[in-house]
């Protein structure tokens, strides 16, 4: 057990049965096992094959929803390999469709844990860039510290990521926008960079807006 084991926070999700197509669950059936991998600890790294072309660099989207976003991003970047890691089986059913049906080959799916997967399934320093687009923001004040994203998942991430490697955040919840910029401005290994990460909407942030919240867009670079 290493250190971040030692000080994780409670989870940043809840394990729930939501709602889910039978065409979703026939693809988490049929195709998971084509596509990518179910996670767990005790795995350890993730698998060769899993991580596609080792001289392409790697970008990994954590919480990636109902997919649309990954999906595209990976069809029109395929100079890039892409793994999509989600704990909730109908995005990753939806997103397993997709695949299939685009023949995106450059994109990988990891249903499981996203801390699990970064701190067990990943060498340190193999990652170019990491998207978290919309996590979930725990917005009643009793519960932010499931937020995914505090001093120990960036400490996390800074050792997973290439030096020169990107974080691309977004949110939609102020109080949330306001505690990343903290949290990353007293870790001067990150620096703040213009955010050009996302080239389309996702549901969440059309969701945001039409509640009329703002939306805030970080991009942060690993120095060497």
Not at 80 to 107: M, P, S, W
Not at 136 to 142: G, M, Y
């Amino acid at each position: 057990m290493n250190n971040f084991s030692a000080r994780r926070p409670v989870r940043s999700f809840v394990r729930r049965q939501g709602r889910i197509t039978p065409s979703q669950q026939s693809a988490l059936e049929e195709l998971l096992p084509k596509y990518g991998i179910q996670y767990s600890a005790g795995l350890g790294l993730l698998p060769i094959n899993l991580l596609g072309n080792p001289d392409l660099p790697l970008t990994l989207d954590i919480g990636f929803g109902d997919g649309e976003l990954l999906a595209s991003m990976a069809s029109g970047n395929t100079h890039r390999n892409f793994i999509g890691i989600e704990v909730y089986t109908a995005g990753i059913g939806h997103c397993l469709k997709l695949i299939d049906q685009k023949n995106i080959r450059n994109l990988r799916l990891v249903s499981g844990d996203a801390v699990e997967v970064m701190e067990f399934g990943i060498e340190g320093a193999s990652i170019n860039e990491i998207n978290l687009f919309f996590p979930d923001p725990w917005p009643k004040k009793r519960h932010r510290k499931r937020r995914i994203i505090n001093a120990a998942f960036i400490e996390l991430m800074s050792e997973k990521l290439m030096p020169g490697g990107l974080v691309n955040i977004s949110t939609d919840w102020e109080n949330y926008a306001e505690q990343i910029e903290d949290l990353f401005a007293k870790r001067k290994y990150f620096v703040k960079k213009s955010s050009l990460a996302r080239c389309e909407s996702t549901k969440f942030e059309k969701r945001g807006l039409s509640l009329g919240h703002e939306i805030f867009d970080f991009t942060y670079e690993l120095l060497a």
